[in-house]
């Protein structure tokens, strides 16, 4: 087989108004900063746009509606007309509103989802950051608790989990019925968290790379949830990020990431053979040059390169489907980066302290690339080069065409690469038929179901070696064992101890090779 993934590209926030709905531009915000930000360039005529969309390869246009809608029906035609796919999302009603009643959230409505997929041109609709602003209700609209999928109670992280699905299962369900089996609903994610509830619940993982992540944590933790819920995977190159340098930056933080490390996410997210392969936003790779004309900044020429070089002579021998674990680590989806706190949003439910161990499996497993303490770059110990620039430079002489010059700001602090040998992530519930085969087996987390424990009983039985918290097992279950095919089970007070370093060793791979 050869394999290719769809390609696309989200739209404008800083540099122009929306070319089909200008006013709206002028009176919502439609970045998370929380400020109105007037627009950087000239309008762009839909047509022009259009044409510099088709110029750059996109088969796929990721536009966030403006509540008012008035941009849809036009919208609609230009992307008939041009032949490119529309993925509607719901950020800019997620900061602006209006919300679902006791949540943060927009939802496109049911009958504008309905005209879409009437239209023939809707390829899926995209909830933006959903785990994000379920854990962190407050980022957008202030005041009341107010969680992305609503409060929840529960008693134990088990039932707290189990009731999160149900309820992100049955919010969707107009939306799905509206959509049909064929478009997706896609769960785009800056954390590393509920990728495999949002799954569970319905959802398809559209894990954000780049941004503030460690990849082969973000990526084998949503390729887990794809492979073991049976979902596409969409892919989202954001060049929101946490770094500065000589780049063309619209605003701090955008572009957070080198041209160089672009490319390379490019050539990494197409690696992983998702479904759709997309960049946020068109307005980091072009720019207003002479006449009027769109022209590529150095973003929009790696991206070029990208399209028109490096997918041509690269076809894929396989898609992510065919994603198989040489390490597992099966942990209870907890929703924990690193907050340590309000699990799936519920600020009464303490976050209990063993959830830690599953940056401890991924510590263990990457040769210690990971930290202990989180799963992303939004924990203690980094300071982003970008929050110095937000008050180093003054806000009238953005765009910075130029960029800053190397270390004005600190040294760059995110890293594309971390040492993975072949890990995918998969939740509690797991069969044995979605683990698979691996090597090395590590189990973390909370609780673990009874199925999928006996399932990683088996595995070791047949080979694999299996690391366990013991606090997940049963009395029985609390020896260490050895069977016969090299299999053994290894029971753990803690996966950052010198038992579990020397069990894990024969299995890590090279400290200086990331395979997936």
Not at 102 to 114: L, S
Not at 154 to 179: I, T, Y
Not at 320 to 330: D, V
Not at 455 to 482: D, N, Y
Request: hydrophobic share 40%; net charge negative; with cysteine.
């Amino acid at each position: 087989m050869t394999y290719r993934p769809r390609l696309g590209i989200q739209g404008p926030v800083l540099g122009w108004n929306d070319p089909w709905n200008r006013a709206g531009s002028e009176r919502i915000m439609r970045t998370g900063t929380g400020k109105m930000i007037p627009p950087q360039e000239p309008d762009v005529e839909p047509e022009t746009y259009m044409a510099a969309l088709k110029e750059l390869g996109a088969e796929f246009y990721v536009h966030h509606l403006f509540p008012d809608l008035q941009e849809l029906p036009a919208l609609i035609e230009d992307c008939r007309k041009f032949g490119i796919r529309l993925v509607v999302g719901n950020e800019y009603g997620n900061i602006n509103g209006p919300w679902r009643e006791g949540t943060n959230r927009y939802d496109v409505p049911v009958e504008v989802v309905q005209t879409l997929v009437g239209s023939g041109m809707l390829e899926a609709l995209l909830y933006d950051e959903p785990e994000h602003l379920q854990i962190n209700a407050a980022q957008y609209r202030k005041g009341e608790w107010f969680p992305h999928w609503g409060n929840l109670q529960a008693d134990s992280m088990q039932e707290a989990h189990g009731r999160f699905v149900e309820r992100v299962r049955a919010e969707l369900a107009p939306l799905s019925e509206a959509l049909g089996a064929a478009r997706p609903v896609l769960s785009e994610q800056v954390f590393p968290v509920l990728f495999h509830a949002q799954a569970r619940a319905g959802m398809t993982p559209a894990p954000k790379i780049m941004k503030e992540s460690f990849h082969p944590l973000q990526l084998g933790t949503a390729l887990g949830a794809a492979k073991q819920y049976g979902r596409a995977l969409w892919i989202c190159a954001d060049l929101w990020g946490p770094d500065t340098g000589p780049w063309l930056t619209r605003l701090s933080g955008f572009p957070g990431h080198s041209p160089a490390e672009f490319a390379s996410a490019l050539r990494l997210g197409y690696h992983m053979g998702p479904s759709h392969l997309f960049a946020e936003n068109i307005d980091g790779l072009l720019r207003t040059g002479e006449g009027s004309r769109l022209e590529a900044t150095e973003f929009g020429e790696e991206w070029l390169r990208f399209v028109r070089d490096y997918v041509p002579a690269h076809p894929l021998p396989y898609d992510h489907r065919q994603a198989r674990a040489n390490i597992a680590i099966i942990h209870s989806d907890d929703g924990n980066y690193g907050q340590n706190e309000r699990p799936f949003g519920i600020r009464e439910l303490p976050m209990p302290e063993r959830s830690q161990s599953v940056f401890h499996a991924w510590r263990l497993v990457t040769h210690g690339a990971v930290p202990a303490h989180g799963s992303c770059l939004h924990i203690p110990g980094y300071s982003f080069p970008r929050h110095a620039l937000q008050f180093g430079e003054p806000s009238a002489q953005y765009p910075l065409r130029e960029g800053v010059p190397a270390g004005r700001y600190g040294e760059p602090i995110h890293p594309l690469f971390q040492p993975a040998n072949g890990v995918l992530a998969f939740d509690a519930y797991a069969t044995a038929e979605t683990i698979g085969s691996p090597r090395l087996i590590v189990l973390a987390g909370s609780y673990i179901s009874d199925g999928t424990l006996a399932a990683c009983v088996k595995l070791a039985e047949q080979g694999s070696a299996v690391i366990a918290c013991e606090w997940l097992l049963p009395e029985e279950l609390r020896m260490p064992r050895h069977f016969g095919g090299g299999g053994s089970w290894l029971p753990v007070d803690s996966l950052l101890g010198e038992a579990a370093r020397e069990h894990a060793a024969p299995y890590l791979g090279s400290d200086k090779l990331w395979r997936q």
